[in-house]
């Protein structure tokens, strides 16, 4: 009988993220099945509120509008984490995962309360900011990922957030145009300011302001590598095929942070990605990482975490 929960998570997946797609192959079944439930859910709110289809178009909503939508995805996750039948696949999706895993509610309302940053129109004035609303939209979710993986050490899950921050952080480089002209500006205020940039999407939008904006990410990027390198620590912490699926997911958004950075002010001409035969050597790579963390540092103390930005 066809489980049509799955079927739907796994096609959002599919139509929604390549890379996360190609990684979640390299989990063991069962992981790879609930990491597709969490993320259609995840994709499924922030497409809710941003008028998008996985990602894709835009729908130009009211702020009433997105109010009422951000209303029902803080009342439909509620209620399926109380076990209530839910009619909709997403939330469907989510109960079956968050109840299998026992997800606390506050990481569930916390990554909705970064869409309702969004819907707020919320100023991100310092990098401490910054990194707040990459808790909400991201950090939180390679937490609730861990616990799907199995984790349930306090430090392993520390890093699994390490990993989402640094992931949001190359999302915002690598979207700050695209993001600019929507209206949002999530690059710190402050630095743009000493850029030489008024703190506006405006300002960042426009196409002669690219060097300072490119300058400013490329500070952004800088922050985000002891993340990256914390995450790395973290994978000795996971059963051996989710270290290999998030070392592989790793070097990819990686890659796409240094394609932003080597590309200068010409990054934004088109959306960066990473090619087929780039994504090989990053997932062999990865696997490579993966093995050396399970086979010499597994059951080592982790490193000491660097003085960095925290929510869990």
Not at 267 to 280: E, I, Q, Y
Request: hydrophobic residues 45%; charged residues 30%; positive net charge.
């Amino acid at each position: 009988m066809t489980d049509t929960v799955l079927a739907a998570s796994k096609a959002s997946i599919v139509k929604g993220s390549k890379s996360f797609r190609s990684a979640s192959r390299l989990f063991d079944p069962r992981v790879r099945e609930d990491a597709w439930l969490l993320y259609a859910w995840c994709r499924a709110c922030d497409d809710e509120i941003d008028g998008q289809d996985h990602g894709f178009g835009h729908e130009v909503l009211t702020a009433e509008e997105q109010k009422r939508r951000l209303d029902r995805l803080y009342d439909l996750t509620r209620r399926a984490m109380t076990g209530e039948t839910m009619s909709d696949p997403v939330f469907a999706a989510f109960q079956r995962v968050a109840i299998r895993h026992r997800l606390p509610e506050r990481w569930a309302m916390d990554l909705i309360d970064g869409f309702a940053m969004d819907v707020e129109h919320r100023d991100y004035r310092t990098v401490d900011d910054v990194m707040a609303y990459c808790w909400h939209v991201a950090g939180v979710v390679g937490v609730m990922m861990a616990r799907v993986m199995g984790v349930t050490d306090a430090e392993v899950l520390r890093r699994a957030q390490d990993l989402g921050l640094a992931f949001q952080l190359t999302n915002i480089s690598r979207d700050v145009i695209e993001d600019a002209e929507r209206g949002r500006v999530y690059l710190p205020a402050d630095w743009l300011v000493e850029a030489g940039l008024e703190p506006t999407a405006e300002a960042v939008a426009d196409p002669a302001n690219r060097a300072k904006v490119h300058a400013v990410t490329q500070r952004l990027l800088a922050v985000a590598e002891p993340y990256y390198d914390s995450a790395r620590d973290g994978l000795r912490g996971l059963p051996f095929r989710s270290a290999l699926a998030i070392a592989a997911a790793r070097g990819v958004y990686r890659e796409i942070g240094r394609k932003v950075r080597r590309s200068g002010p010409e990054a934004w001409r088109s959306r960066v990605s990473v090619g087929r035969l780039m994504k090989l050597w990053l997932f062999s790579r990865g696997a490579l990482i993966a093995v050396w963390t399970q086979a010499l540092d597994r059951g080592k103390p982790l490193p000491v975490r660097p003085a960095l930005w925290t929510r869990v």
